[in-house]
């Protein structure tokens, strides 16, 4: 080899050497009129990399958030629950550190747009701040938001400019950073572990390619993002509670799509909203969305909106808030997948995902707290008028015999009572549709209460739409599918409605005649047989 080719080679080399070096997210990050407190840790002093630069593991994301909380007066974090494989789930709640001091003064004001909005005036209203719950990469292997998470955690914990103490004081921000931690490492490890130290853009690459499972569902290979609904699996559960304890005003979903399209954010498109959702809903969506465009705009970053994405199936993070008196608003990056990708417009990188979900983060914020008064009438109209909602629905009720398939049964009232769903014993006998049933054996559901929209679309069965296209899920009955027996009353249900039902309702199998000595006998068609 001559000296002219040692050099090529020498040259290619750095180049690969620079290209895998400069592609990473620098904090402080370059936001005018903004400084940040040093005594406030980066990612890089928890860990030994620059976001962008590899895949964050679980554990690395939880210690940085910590570290954070252990810092900052403006951070309190919490555990919530855990999965399947025992990692932890946590939040942080963000907001100025006057709010952090009477937190649960404001929480109770919070929840009181919902439990009693007929006591809060908009005299009240201008005094409150807003609730925002921002919930990152459901799907495991749709990386970049909770990377993007741990960015906007330092921004806001650390940032001292005008906007940011705007944000602060006016908006209660909860951060979800790893909705789904089973799928992420599970995506991580792989990534991690098949990458060179230049990394490749070959989308034929080990680093490009996950094998079955991947990482996009939880232990058990559940969608997480199909769960907020059935609630099947612990993440949901314990996401759940944490909802209906904090009952935001905006719910915030960041996903990862396909790499050759660009950035979406609701509206979705208007042939396949779910005709439940109230009208305000879409026209507050279209009012955060000119936020969310300024913010793209403002680093030159394409955007689509209108298309693509449905808002129709409650079980989703971007939908379920529509029919809880909240807004959800979907984001979707294209996806780098890799720490970097070949596109139709270009080489796409892991740290400009990032990028794009932390500014679309910021363009959030930016909305709220500027229409904070907007999103908290919205909740507190929705709850006031839920009671003059339920008398348009044709069934005012709903009768559950729990005799039959009484492990189903269970499963659904549990499911509903976790919903803030109002259930009731049945006072006296009924006979329908040549049903009976009778009081100490059916449980009653009447519609006129505070989830009454929640009632309806869980319950009723819908066959008609007005579009022939679906993102995916189209029809979810809860009854139906548990397999129940039920009827729907047409009627006032005040002459056989008992008492309201705790939590701990239905007891729980017993064994009868001891210890066995060769084996147990059970009934064979019980649901946990």
């Given at each position: 080899?001559n000296i002219?080719?040692k050099?090529?080679?020498?040259?290619i080399?750095l180049?690969?050497?620079?290209?895998?070096?400069?592609?990473h997210?620098e904090?402080?990050?370059?936001i005018?009129?903004?400084?940040?407190?040093?005594?406030i840790?980066?990612?890089?002093?928890?860990?030994?990399?620059?976001?962008?630069?590899?895949?964050?593991r679980?554990?690395?994301?939880v210690?940085?958030?910590?570290?954070v909380?252990?810092?900052?007066?403006?951070?309190v974090?919490?555990?919530?629950?855990?999965?399947?494989?025992?990692?932890k789930?946590?939040?942080?709640v963000?907001?100025?550190?006057e709010?952090q001091?009477?937190?649960?003064?404001?929480?109770?004001?919070?929840?009181?747009?919902?439990?009693?909005?007929?006591?809060i005036?908009n005299k009240?209203?201008?005094k409150?701040?807003?609730?925002a719950y921002f919930?990152?990469?459901?799907?495991?292997?749709?990386?970049?938001?909770?990377e993007?998470?741990?960015?906007?955690?330092y921004?806001?914990?650390?940032?001292?400019?005008?906007?940011i103490?705007n944000?602060?004081?006016?908006?209660?921000?909860?951060?979800?950073?790893?909705?789904?931690?089973?799928?992420?490492?599970?995506?991580?490890?792989?990534?991690?572990?098949n990458?060179?130290?230049?990394?490749?853009?070959?989308?034929?690459?080990?680093?490009?390619n996950?094998?079955?499972?991947?990482?996009?569902?939880?232990?058990?290979l559940?969608?997480l993002?199909?769960?907020?609904?059935?609630?099947t699996q612990?993440e949901?559960?314990?996401r759940?509670?944490?909802?209906?304890?904090?009952?935001p005003?905006?719910?915030?979903?960041?996903?990862e799509?396909g790499?050759?399209?660009?950035?979406f954010?609701?509206?979705?498109?208007?042939?396949?909203?779910?005709?439940?959702?109230?009208?305000?809903?879409?026209?507050?969506?279209?009012?955060?969305?000119?936020?969310?465009?300024e913010?793209l705009?403002?680093?030159?970053?394409?955007?689509?909106?209108?298309?693509?994405?449905?808002?129709?199936y409650?079980?989703?993070?971007?939908?379920?808030?529509?029919?809880?008196g909240?807004?959800?608003?979907?984001f979707e990056?294209a996806?780098?997948?890799a720490?970097?990708?070949?596109t139709?417009?270009?080489?796409?990188?892991y740290?400009?995902?990032?990028?794009n979900?932390f500014?679309a983060?910021?363009?959030?914020?930016?909305g709220?707290?500027?229409?904070k008064?907007?999103f908290?009438?919205?909740?507190?109209?929705?709850?006031?008028?839920?009671?003059?909602?339920s008398?348009?629905?044709?069934?005012?009720?709903?009768l559950?015999n729990t005799?039959?398939?009484?492990?189903n049964?269970?499963?659904?009232?549990?499911n509903l009572?976790?919903?803030?769903?109002?259930?009731?014993s049945l006072?006296?006998?009924?006979?329908?549709?040549n049903l009976?049933?009778?009081?100490?054996?059916?449980?009653?559901?009447?519609?006129?209460?505070p989830q009454?929209?929640?009632i309806k679309?869980?319950?009723?069965?819908v066959?008609?739409?007005?579009?022939?296209?679906?993102?995916d899920?189209?029809?979810?009955?809860l009854p139906?599918?548990?397999g129940?027996?039920y009827?729907?009353?047409?009627?006032?249900?005040?002459?056989?409605?008992?008492?309201?039902?705790?939590?701990?309702?239905?007891?729980s199998?017993?064994?009868?005649?001891?210890?066995?000595?060769y084996?147990y006998?059970?009934?064979?068609?019980d649901?946990?047989?």
């Amino acid at each position: 080899m001559n000296i002219k080719d040692k050099k090529i080679l020498y040259i290619i080399f750095l180049s690969s050497f620079l290209s895998a070096q400069v592609n990473h997210i620098e904090l402080p990050m370059d936001i005018s009129e903004t400084t940040f407190n040093e005594s406030i840790p980066k990612p890089i002093d928890v860990f030994s990399h620059h976001l962008g630069t590899q895949h964050t593991r679980t554990e690395q994301i939880v210690e940085y958030f910590y570290a954070v909380a252990k810092n900052s007066n403006r951070v309190v974090v919490k555990n919530h629950g855990s999965t399947h494989e025992g990692r932890k789930l946590i939040h942080a709640v963000i907001t100025s550190a006057e709010n952090q001091k009477k937190l649960d003064e404001i929480l109770k004001n919070n929840r009181n747009l919902c439990l009693n909005p007929g006591k809060i005036s908009n005299k009240d209203l201008k005094k409150m701040p807003v609730v925002a719950y921002f919930g990152y990469s459901v799907h495991g292997d749709e990386a970049s938001g909770s990377e993007a998470a741990m960015l906007l955690l330092y921004h806001l914990s650390a940032g001292s400019s005008i906007g940011i103490r705007n944000y602060l004081n006016n908006v209660i921000l909860i951060i979800d950073p790893i909705l789904n931690p089973d799928g992420r490492d599970r995506f991580v490890n792989w990534v991690n572990g098949n990458r060179g130290y230049i990394p490749t853009n070959d989308i034929n690459d080990r680093e490009h390619n996950q094998p079955w499972p991947r990482g996009r569902t939880n232990h058990y290979l559940f969608d997480l993002n199909r769960d907020w609904l059935p609630a099947t699996q612990p993440e949901s559960q314990a996401r759940l509670n944490l909802y209906y304890k904090w009952r935001p005003q905006v719910v915030v979903d960041f996903h990862e799509m396909g790499r050759n399209r660009t950035y979406f954010f609701q509206p979705g498109i208007p042939s396949r909203n779910n005709p439940n959702t109230p009208k305000n809903v879409f026209y507050l969506t279209n009012l955060l969305a000119e936020y969310h465009a300024e913010a793209l705009n403002n680093i030159g970053s394409l955007y689509y909106s209108k298309e693509s994405f449905d808002d129709f199936y409650y079980g989703k993070g971007s939908t379920f808030p529509d029919i809880n008196g909240s807004v959800g608003i979907l984001f979707e990056q294209a996806s780098s997948r890799a720490l970097k990708t070949t596109t139709t417009s270009g080489e796409l990188n892991y740290a400009f995902t990032i990028k794009n979900h932390f500014n679309a983060s910021l363009g959030t914020l930016e909305g709220l707290w500027k229409m904070k008064d907007k999103f908290l009438t919205h909740q507190r109209n929705f709850y006031r008028d839920a009671s003059k909602a339920s008398i348009q629905f044709s069934t005012k009720a709903y009768l559950i015999n729990t005799e039959y398939k009484k492990t189903n049964v269970r499963l659904l009232v549990d499911n509903l009572i976790r919903h803030q769903v109002k259930v009731y014993s049945l006072k006296k006998p009924y006979a329908s549709n040549n049903l009976k049933f009778d009081p100490g054996k059916a449980v009653l559901i009447p519609v006129d209460q505070p989830q009454s929209r929640l009632i309806k679309s869980i319950m009723e069965q819908v066959t008609d739409f007005n579009d022939s296209l679906f993102y995916d899920v189209s029809s979810w009955s809860l009854p139906l599918s548990a397999g129940v027996e039920y009827v729907e009353l047409k009627q006032n249900p005040s002459a056989i409605i008992g008492n309201e039902l705790p939590d701990n309702f239905f007891t729980s199998g017993k064994k009868i005649g001891g210890r066995a000595t060769y084996a147990y006998i059970m009934e064979w068609g019980d649901y946990f047989s």
